[in-house]
């Protein structure tokens, strides 16, 4: 199983972006969905998680600015980000809890990053 991340790319300070992240195959569950940022000479960072009952949790440099949600009849992960800083500049993992079939464990999964630049 792997995690596609998409919707990266460049924008102006003030503007929007939204990232979808899905499995690249059928899976049993996901349970708890995430996203992290990495910026340049910085560690990996959590943005945003949402829970498979939907709750959420932010990160306090991007509340009221992003929203994390998901569609889990299509096992996708959305993070909307609205309002735009040059600090938000960073590629951007999406992270799961999958259960890859019925009868296996869960696992970790990351995606492979897409970047976000956020010009001034």
């Known amino acids: 199983v792997q995690l596609q991340a998409s919707g990266g790319g460049l924008v102006q300070a003030g503007g929007s972006l939204r990232l979808s992240c899905a499995p690249s195959e059928i899976i049993f569950s996901i349970n708890v969905m995430s996203w992290y940022r990495q910026a340049p000479g910085k560690q990996r960072a959590l943005v945003a998680l949402?829970?498979?009952?939907?709750?959420?949790n932010y990160a306090d440099s991007v509340k009221g600015r992003f929203t994390i949600s998901r569609d889990n009849a299509k096992n996708t992960m959305f993070l909307q980000m609205n309002s735009l800083k040059p600090e938000d500049t960073a590629v951007y993992y999406c992270y799961a809890v999958i259960k890859a079939t019925r009868y296996s464990y869960e696992n970790n999964y990351w995606g492979q990053g897409t970047q976000v630049t956020v010009s001034s």
């Open positions: 949402i829970t498979s009952n939907g709750n959420t």
